[in-house]
């Protein structure tokens, strides 16, 4: 399983903190986001942001990043602290 | 449709986290408040060699782009944030002859007037700490994970990055 997590306006969109994704239905960041989509219209919708930002166990990366079981995935807004 | 398996986790959790990198720099993720006096004695206690002392604290103001503000909500990536401000006060230290570093953000609910971030960089002479302060602030605005949720008389937005941020942070590169 590939640990999928959610952060500040992306969290609140789609209602929950974070989901769990097959390792069989997604070897990259994007196939992730592809199969969360999958969920209904809002989430395909609100996955599809191209402002959204990803990082895999706690390291930025693009779309064509490779994932694998046990992995942390996080899509969040860009951010805006200090 | 694929198999899925949703398993819906909870909101992150507000806890204090006290990250120490070494002897010399300290990364705090707290809900608490902090005194900035008390901060200023940690990074001069036992510090004879260092001449300068520089530090930020930013507020929660009571105005943003015309509206009034009535207060945040501040949200991070736990363990995350740590890692990528550690990295950033590495490569200030790298860049620049500094001693101590201190670096607090505050996470959760915050009123109008209270302090939500304190950067403290100690160094022999203060071009050093001048530098090297405005440097890990303005990287902790653009790559650290925190987001901000304003209150306004208009109601709860999650505020929007700006690009003045981003560009600041690239001037360093030039």
């Given at each position: 399983m590939i640990k999928v997590?959610?952060?500040?306006?992306?969290?609140?969109?789609?209602?929950?903190?974070g989901a769990e994704v097959s390792a069989n239905n997604a070897s990259t960041v994007t196939q992730v986001k592809?199969?969360?989509?999958?969920?209904?219209?809002?989430?395909?919708?609100?996955?599809?942001?191209?402002?959204?930002?990803?990082?895999?166990?706690?390291?930025?990366?693009?779309?064509?990043?490779?994932?694998?079981?046990?992995?942390?995935?996080?899509?969040?807004?860009?951010v805006t602290g200090g | 449709m694929k198999s899925l398996s949703f398993l819906l986790l909870p909101v992150v959790k507000l806890v204090k986290i006290d990250t120490t990198i070494n002897k010399y720099a300290e990364i705090s993720i707290q809900v608490e408040d902090f005194d900035h006096g008390f901060?200023?004695?940690?990074?001069?206690?036992?510090?004879?060699?260092?001449?300068?002392?520089?530090?930020?604290?930013?507020?929660?103001?009571?105005?943003?782009?015309?509206?009034?503000?009535?207060?945040?909500?501040?949200?991070?990536?736990?363990?995350?944030t740590e890692k990528l401000l550690a990295e950033i006060i590495e490569t200030a230290k790298q860049r620049w002859n500094i001693g101590r570093v201190k670096v607090i953000h505050r996470i959760g609910q915050l009123a109008i007037g209270e302090q939500i971030v304190f950067v403290g960089v100690t160094s022999k002479h203060r071009q050093d700490a001048f530098a090297a302060n405005e440097f890990i602030m303005d990287f902790l605005k653009v790559k650290?994970?925190?987001w901000k949720k304003e209150l306004t008389e208009l109601g709860e937005s999650w505020l929007a990055a700006k690009t003045s941020d981003k560009e600041k942070a690239q001037a360093w590169s030039k």
């Open positions: 997590i959610f952060f500040a306006a992306l969290r609140e969109q789609l209602g929950c903190g592809d199969a969360l989509g999958e969920k209904d219209a809002d989430w395909k919708n609100y996955l599809a942001n191209n402002s959204l930002l990803c990082a895999v166990n706690h390291q930025m990366v693009q779309g064509d990043f490779s994932v694998k079981s046990g992995d942390e995935v996080a899509f969040f807004p860009p | 901060e200023v004695n940690l990074l001069e206690n036992d510090n004879v060699e260092d001449g300068a002392v520089v530090t930020f604290s930013g507020r929660v103001r009571n105005n943003n782009l015309g509206l009034k503000v009535k207060g945040l909500f501040l949200e991070h990536y736990p363990d995350m650290a994970p925190f």
